[in-house]
């Protein structure tokens, strides 16, 4: 038995490492070469927090009240900006997975190569670039409000959250892409969508009655307002919700890793 554990415990190790790799690889394949670097992430994010500000706040007039700020722009860009933070890295993941497979053809034809592994590799990297929004989000909430909120210390729980759903997403993606090809230019009107349906440049008070179920049973929407609720609120986020949309995620990341399994044997054939 022992023997087995311990065997079991190597084989996570080595695929863990082997994913750690290929996620450092592919983050310095973006910056090699660049000026700024490792600081483009932050550059992005810094452009996105004043540029959606201006339209919806300056243009529109948006509100949203958030405590120890008031309800005026700053508070609506924090607000905004900090939903906007896990929707890219949400939407950078799957759509960066979708070609995965169907792009690493010297990876499919080897057999004994873990493909499992492949689809994470989009996933882990939009989130680890996320870290630079938060960082900024929760810089510009200690400036604005003099506080540094404890319950920052539960995001990597959130994170994790995130994590699983998009893993699942990024399976089915991958997979999916082997059978219909035009799955990854169908994901940016997608996303569009769904974006549109999803509480992040309106808050979910705006939601008509007939639609607030279904807004409450939405993972993702789940997900974004733990993070305004750690970040700027200083609360804890429902309980009730956020364990629904975690114990959802990782039965979704199951479905999407039995897909890929499933779809694995036709990869060799369409690559």
Request: with cysteine.
């Amino acid at each position: 038995m022992t023997t087995i554990v311990d065997r079991a415990g190597t084989h996570v190790s080595w695929r863990f490492r082997l994913l750690r790799t290929l996620v450092r690889r592919d983050l310095e394949a973006r910056y090699k070469g660049a000026i700024l670097g490792w600081a483009w992430p932050i550059v992005v994010q810094i452009a996105q927090l004043l540029v959606f500000t201006y339209v919806f706040a300056t243009i529109f007039k948006m509100r949203q009240p958030v405590a120890g700020i008031g309800s005026g722009t700053l508070s609506y860009g924090l607000w905004l900006f900090t939903g906007l933070i896990g929707w890219n890295a949400l939407q950078a993941g799957v759509i960066g997975s979708a070609s995965a497979i169907t792009g690493r053809p010297n990876l499919v034809k080897r057999l004994v190569f873990p493909l499992a592994i492949v689809p994470l590799v989009p996933v882990c990297s939009a989130l680890i670039e996320s870290s630079a929004g938060f960082i900024i989000a929760i810089a510009l909430t200690f400036a604005a409000t003099g506080t540094l909120h404890p319950t920052i210390l539960l995001l990597p729980f959130v994170v994790l959250v995130q994590f699983a759903l998009t893993a699942g997403l990024a399976y089915f993606a991958a997979a999916g892409t082997a059978i219909v090809r035009d799955l990854p230019q169908a994901l940016g009107p997608f996303f569009l969508v769904v974006f549109y349906l999803t509480p992040i440049v309106y808050s979910a008070d705006r939601v008509p009655r007939a639609l607030a179920t279904l807004e409450r049973l939405n993972p993702v929407a789940v997900v974004l307002e733990a993070y305004r609720a750690l970040i700027l609120g200083g609360s804890l986020p429902p309980l009730a919700p956020l364990a629904y949309a975690a114990l959802g995620s990782l039965l979704f990341a199951y479905a999407g890793w039995r897909f890929f399994r499933r779809v694995r044997p036709i990869f060799s054939e369409v690559v």
